[in-house]
Structure formats: structure tokens, C-alpha cells
């Protein structure tokens, strides 16, 4: 089956520094990837959609300077958490659609993200 | 705006039970439901996914039912077995997005 990675799967990091997640397809193209953030014990909160060589989509609410993302590749996007606050300590997922299959799509294994 | 309810939020059962984990979601209009698996700090597993089109899916000892006109499905978890502790979440697809359920974390003691 199709497969995802992230790395880091996890990342401790002092407030006020940056951290960059990835996330790859890794046996196939994905022209749209989506980041999730999720709170404990709460459902995913869709972050943005991630076009491949276009600006992403930012959901109501996400500070698209604060979280940037980058889809430079078909196989690779990436978020970036900038100048990060304990608030922003969360889990992070993606997921990749393959192109071409737009209602599906494939999850990667996130990455816990702890600010101290 | 569609919402998605997963009742109970916990659930906790001996092994060897069968059980129900429901999720409701208020607009009918939905290409498909999807039934994930999260371990603790994990992401997520697939588990089986309903076309709008169908009523029910199964795989081993699951089986996911959907009923549109209510806004409804359930997975049903037969013979459940320690393993299955997870949380189990349900999301529809709108217009290329998951709208998801908080979820139903399970507990099945030994």
C-alpha cells in the first residue's frame, strides 16, 4: 500500500527557535497533501492543504506565517513552525493524495512537537 | 457545516465482547466514511472505508455499517481482543475533505 513518512517523529525544541517537519509519499506522487494538528483527546484540526508548486491553503484560524508550509516536490512538503511557543507544542500529522485519486489518501505517523 | 460525533468518548470491556462504537455526522452529503485506528503517540490505520453508495464493509473480525439518511455508522468489533485498545476514529469526506470525529478510545481488559 501507499506509505508516508514524517521526520522527525519526534522533536523537543526551546521556545523561540524554528522546527521543520517532513513529509513524504514514498511510492507514489501526491499533488495535494494536508497538515493536521491534534490536541489530546480532541479530533484533527485540518491545518492547510498543500498544493504541489502553489501557495498552500490555510483553514480559518492558522496563522499562515506562523506555520509554513512548502509542497516544492510531488513527494515532499513540509511545515515549519516558526519562533514556536509551548502553545504550539501539539502532534503533527500529514497525509499525502495520490494525483490523480483526490478522494484518497494516505496518513503519515506524525510527529510529536514539545516547546519548552 | 458537517460535524462529526463519536458517542461513547470511552469505552472500556472485558475480552471476548462484542461491541459498538457510533459515529453520527449531520449532513448526509457524503462522498464516503472512513473508520481509522490510532495507537498511543501513532497516527493513523485505516481500517475500513464506506463508499456513500454502500451500506457496510467488513474486514476479519470488523464491520462498519452506514445508514445516510440518519447520519449514521457504526463499527462493530467481534470476539474483541487487549489488542484492539486504540482509539478508534470515524471522518467524512466532503469536497475532497475529512471532517473527523473526536473519537472513542477503548479499553479491552484482559
Known amino acids: 500500500g501507499a506509505v508516508v513518512s514524517q521526520h522527525p517523529s519526534r522533536v523537543i525544541c526551546k521556545s523561540g527557535t524554528s522546527v521543520k517537519i517532513e513529509c513524504r509519499s514514498l511510492?507514489?506522487?501526491?499533488?495535494?497533501m494536508f497538515w493536521y494538528r491534534q490536541f489530546p483527546k480532541k479530533s484533527l484540526m485540518l491545518m492547510a492543504t498543500?498544493?504541489?508548486?502553489?501557495?498552500?491553503?490555510?483553514e480559518q484560524g492558522v496563522e499562515k506565517d506562523k506555520f509554513l508550509i512548502n509542497h516544492a516536490s510531488l513527494t515532499l512538503s513540509t511545515l515549519t513552525v516558526t519562533s514556536a511557543h509551548p502553545e504550539d507544542s501539539s502532534f503533527y500529522i500529514c497525509?499525502?493524495?495520490?494525483?490523480?485519486?483526490?478522494?484518497?489518501?494516505?496518513f503519515g505517523p506524525g510527529t510529536r512537537l514539545t516547546v519548552l | 457545516k458537517q460535524e462529526v460525533t463519536q458517542i461513547p468518548a470511552a469505552l472500556s470491556v472485558p475480552e471476548g465482547e462484542n461491541l459498538v462504537l457510533n459515529c453520527s455526522f449531520t449532513d448526509s452529503a457524503i462522498y464516503n466514511l472512513q473508520w481509522f485506528r490510532q495507537d498511543p503517540g501513532k497516527g493513523l490505520t485505516s481500517l475500513l472505508l464506506?463508499?456513500?453508495s454502500q451500506r457496510e464493509q467488513t474486514s476479519g473480525r470488523l464491520n462498519a455499517s452506514l445508514d445516510k439518511s440518519s447520519g449514521r455508522s457504526t463499527l462493530y468489533i467481534a470476539a474483541s481482543q487487549p489488542g484492539d485498545s486504540a482509539t478508534y476514529l470515524c471522518a467524512v469526506r466532503n469536497n475532497y475533505q475529512l471532517i473527523w470525529g473526536a473519537g472513542t478510545k477503548l479499553i479491552i481488559k484482559p
Open positions: 497525509s499525502a493524495s495520490p494525483s490523480g485519486a483526490p478522494n484518497e489518501q494516505f
Open positions: 464506506i463508499q456513500s
Open positions: 511510492d507514489f506522487q501526491a499533488t495535494t
Open positions: 498543500s498544493n504541489e508548486g502553489s501557495k498552500a491553503t490555510y
